[in-house]
């Protein structure tokens, strides 16, 4: 069955740091997300990406955030200067069709520490 | 903006069932989503109403009400493997694509 993968699946950072966290969607799926969830909280959306292009982010994606699909495949995730608040689980997503079904497909997740 | 609103815990009986509601305000809706995440895990779809009435999968069912932004999610013949951590979520309309919000999720338990 075909499915999201994300990596790395932990990364420890010093706070200033940057940190790409990478992601292959499902090869079909024209529609890509980034969402992250701190520990115990609800899982929040960050950015939405079609046609190589952002289509709509939310308040916590300011500057300090950059998607990228740099090849066919692979979409990614920089976080530029780390702060402490930034420690959480990130989850990439795809869907097809613009969630026609409600659907997305989460990846296992990237922990992010930030120390 | 938007707002989900669902119970943060339920715990329920081995082979019980139990009804998770979630409320929903939001400027644009085209449809209520659930998932399910066990600790540690990825978020995974269970199921998804875009119009008024029960879907049925199995021992899980979701309805919706538009009229009164309300669903819920009834878990039947709750099994050990059901503690998890439950969301709901809203389909929203955002420029080209459509993103979904999540509520702040309901811990299920469930005792033997």
């Known amino acids: 069955e075909p499915e999201v993968t994300q990596t790395p699946s932990h990364q420890v950072t010093q706070m200033g740091q940057e940190v790409i966290l990478r992601c292959v969607p499902i090869?079909?799926?024209?529609?890509f997300y980034w969402y992250r969830q701190i520990l115990g909280q609800k899982v929040e959306f960050l950015v939405s990406?079609?046609?190589?292009?952002?289509?709509?982010k939310s308040e916590i994606f300011d500057d300090q955030f950059s998607v990228e699909r740099p090849d066919g495949s692979n979409f990614t995730l920089k976080i530029r200067s780390t702060k402490l608040e930034d420690s959480a689980m990130y989850f990439c997503?795809?869907?097809?069709?613009?969630?026609?079904?409600?659907?997305?497909?989460f990846g296992e997740g990237s922990r992010l520490t930030v120390l | 903006g938007q707002s989900l609103e669902q119970p943060s815990e339920v715990t329920a009986v081995e082979g019980a069932i139990v009804q998770i509601n979630c409320t929903y305000q939001?400027?644009?809706?085209?449809?209520l989503s659930w998932y399910q995440q066990h600790d540690g895990g990825a978020p995974t779809f269970l199921s998804y109403?875009?119009?008024?009435g029960l879907e049925e999968t199995g021992r899980f069912s979701s309805f919706l009400s538009r009229s009164d932004s309300y669903g819920y999610l009834l878990l039947q013949e709750l099994q050990m493997k059901d503690s998890a951590s439950y969301f709901c979520?809203?389909?929203?309309?955002?420029?080209?694509?459509?993103?979904?919000?999540f509520g702040s999720g309901t811990r299920l338990s469930i005792r033997p």
């Open positions: 997503a795809s869907s097809d069709r613009g969630l026609g079904t409600g659907e997305l497909f």
């Open positions: 090869s079909n799926h024209l529609y």
């Open positions: 990406f079609y046609n190589n292009e952002i289509s709509e």
């Open positions: 939001t400027s644009g809706f085209y449809g």
């Open positions: 109403n875009a119009l008024d």
């Open positions: 979520a809203v389909r929203d309309l955002g420029s080209s694509a459509s993103k979904i919000i």
